[in-house]
C-alpha cells in the first residue's frame, strides 16, 4: 500500500485488522470515514474509545456491561434458580430477543477447543461453578453452539455439574450443527430451548 500516504495506509492497516474485513473494504472504508465531517469521525472515536474504556464483565453473570451488575442480574423480576451458559454476549442477545426466556445467564467467553489450545480454565467456567456453589440454583441449561467446541463444552460442564445435583440440560439440536446461536432465528432459538434434554 506504498501509494497510500503513511497516515491514510495506517487507518487501512488497522480496519482490515477487523473480522470480515477484507484489504477492500479497508480501504472503502477509510475513504469513507476520511470523507465524513470530522465531528462525526470525532464521534466515532470517542465512542469507540469509551466503550473499551467503561464496558467490562458483570459481576455475577460475566456478560459485557458498563455497569457493575447487568441489566439482567439486577433485575428482580429474572427466575434465579435458573442460568443458562452461552458462550458469549451475542447469544445472551440472541436469547434475550426472544422475550420468552425469564432465568439468568452465565456467559463463558469461549468454549473449550483442544485444536486451538483453548482449555477449561481459559473460559469463564470457574466462575460458574463458584456461582452455583453460593447460589441457589435448580437448573443449568446449556446453550453452547452446536459446533464440535461447543459441544465439548456442553459434555465438559455436564461433568463437573453433574456431582452437585443440579439439573444439566442442553438446548435441542434443532439448532443447526456448526451453527452461531445468534445467526438463527427466534422461533428455532424458542424450539431448542423448549425442547431441551436433561443431561
Ligand atoms: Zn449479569
Redesign the pocket.
Known amino acids: 500500500m506504498e501509494y497510500y500516504s503513511k497516515q491514510i495506509s495506517n487507518l487501512i492497516g488497522e480496519l482490515s485488522n477487523l473480522p470480515g474485513i477484507g484489504s477492500k473494504s479497508a480501504q472503502r472504508l477509510a475513504f469513507y470515514l476520511l470523507n465524513r465531517p470530522k465531528e462525526e469521525v470525532d464521534r466515532l472515536a470517542s465512542v469507540l474509545t469509551e466503550a473499551r474504556q467503561n464496558v467490562h464483565y458483570?459481576?455475577?453473570?460475566?456478560?459485557l456491561?458498563d455497569q457493575e451488575?447487568?441489566?439482567?442480574?439486577?433485575n428482580e423480576k429474572r427466575d434465579r434458580k435458573k442460568i443458562m451458559v452461552v458462550e458469549d454476549t451475542r447469544d445472551l442477545a440472541a436469547y434475550e430477543k426472544t422475550g420468552k426466556y425469564e432465568g439468568?445467564?452465565h456467559v463463558l467467553h469461549g468454549a473449550i477447543s483442544p485444536m486451538q489450545g483453548i482449555g477449561p480454565g481459559d473460559i469463564k467456567l470457574k466462575e460458574l461453578l463458584q456461582r452455583l456453589q453460593k447460589e441457589d440454583v435448580d437448573e443449568v441449561i446449556i446453550a453452547t453452539n452446536s459446533s464440535l467446541e461447543g459441544e465439548t463444552t456442553a459434555m465438559y460442564i455436564s461433568k463437573l455439574i453433574k456431582p452437585t445435583g443440579i439439573k444439566v440440560s442442553r438446548i435441542a439440536s434443532g439448532v443447526p450443527v456448526g451453527g452461531d446461536l445468534e445467526n438463527i432465528d427466534e422461533v428455532t432459538l424458542l424450539r431448542a430451548l423448549e425442547g431441551r434434554t436433561e443431561l
Do not use: Q, R, S, V
Open positions: 458483570c459481576k455475577e453473570c460475566y456478560t456491561t451488575i447487568c441489566p439482567i442480574c439486577a439468568l445467564y
